[in-house]
Nanobody, 115 residues
C-alpha cells in the first residue's frame, strides 16, 4: 500500500504562483509514473502533468509553459510548480502514482485563484 500526502495548496491572486508537493511512502523509483491531476467543481478530473520512471515528462496543453513537474528521489516527492495562475486553474489537485497494476491517489489539495 502506498500513501501519498499532498501539500502546498492555497489561495493565490491571478498571475501568481504556487508549488505543490506530494510525498510518497515508498521510493519513487518503485512507481511507473507519478502524476498530478486536478478537478474543478462540476468538471471531470483531468491530467495536469506526468513524470514517468523513464522517458519524458508530459503536460496538458493548458499546463505547457506554465507548470513544471519535478521529482526528488532523496525525499520521495513529486512537485508541481505552477506559474501565471488563472482562475480557471482553481480546483482540487491530486497526486497519483502507478505501481504495477495499482493506482494510488492522495487526498488532494485545494488551489483557489481569485482576486
Amino acid at each position: 500500500q502506498v500513501q501519498l500526502v499532498e501539500s502546498g495548496g492555497g489561495l493565490v491572486r491571478p498571475g501568481g504562483s504556487l508549488r505543490l508537493s506530494c510525498t510518497a511512502s515508498q521510493n519513487v523509483f518503485s512507481f511507473e509514473t507519478m502524476e498530478w491531476h486536478r478537478q474543478a467543481p462540476g468538471k471531470q478530473r483531468e491530467l495536469v502533468a506526468s513524470f514517468p520512471r523513464w522517458g519524458s515528462r508530459r503536460y496538458a496543453d493548458f499546463a505547457e509553459g506554465r507548470f513544471l513537474i519535478s521529482r526528488d528521489i532523496t525525499k520521495n516527492t513529486v512537485d508541481l510548480q505552477m506559474n501565471s495562475l488563472q482562475p480557471d486553474d482553481s480546483g482540487v489537485y491530486y497526486c497519483t502514482v502507478r505501481q504495477g497494476t495499482s493506482d494510488y491517489w492522495g487526498q488532494g489539495t485545494q488551489v483557489t485563484v481569485s482576486s
